[in-house]
């Protein structure tokens, strides 16, 4: 399991690194978590992954999710190593329910690809909820990473956190987490207005005494002036 493990890094992260930015913060904690991984550091892989993953997630607008997808079964297969099968169960829960139809590759060992269809099996026993999105014209909707075409959409999923990202037609990003509950859900983005030049500021005017005070008056004013 642990020559696995280290068989699983590499060729397909690296083929998306260029297709999708990563939120800044995230990218160098998610790449010493894949780090980690491929030494067999599954403490410190565990630690690092996580944290990347809230990290990327803090910003659904964009996120890098072919790199979420694999960090998720990375962090399972962490835990797992690690005798936290809880936390590694509360991983594949959450990549189900993102994308209950993801695929895990074949290099995984069938004892991970058992886990995988529980953890997946589970999810779906939730039922869904309607999740729509609409925006601006000609914009296009994600949920969870999943390209869902021009908005407004209707996507079924299951109850718990959403990650909604909306692309406009110019490049324009909107994008939030939502929480799915018993009921069904609607959320519009917006882009927001391009920013209003500055007015230049108004030059600045040296305080001067009128000439109609009195010499005394005067000296006072001065004095508190300076």
């Known amino acids: 399991f642990a020559l696995t493990a280290r068989a699983i890094v590499g060729e397909r992260l690296l083929a998306c690194e260029e297709r999708y930015p990563v ?4 990218a160098p904690t998610l790449e010493a978590g894949k780090k980690a991984f491929g030494d067999l550091k599954f403490d410190e892989a565990f630690e690092k992954l996580k944290k990347g993953i809230e990290l990327s997630l803090g910003d659904p607008a964009t996120a890098d999710w072919p790199r979420l997808y694999e960090a998720h079964l990375q962090l399972a297969v962490s835990a797992f190593r690690l005798g936290e099968d809880k936390d590694a169960q509360g991983a594949l829960q959450s990549l189900a329910r993102m994308n209950l139809q993801f695929e895990v590759p074949g ?73 799915v509950k018993n009921a069904a859900l609607k959320v519009k983005a917006t882009f927001g207005a391009p920013a209003a030049p500055e007015k230049p500021a108004a030059p600045a005017v040296e305080p001067k005494i009128q000439a109609t005070l009195d010499a005394k008056t005067a000296e006072k004013v001065a004095a508190w002036c300076a």
Do not use: C, N
Request: charged letters at 30%; a negative charge.
């Open 107 to 179: 290099s995984y060992p069938p004892v991970f690809l058992r886990e995988w269809e529980k953890a997946r099996k589970k999810v779906d026993k939730q039922g869904r909820q309607a999740l729509t999105v609409d925006g601006p014209p000609g914009a296009t909707a994600f949920i969870d990473g999943r390209d869902l075409g021009m908005v407004p959409v209707e996507e079924p999923v299951s109850p718990g956190a959403h990650h909604v990202k909306v692309e406009g037609t110019k490049g324009e990003k909107w994008g939030q987490t939502v929480e």
């Open 23 to 26: 939120t800044p913060d995230a």
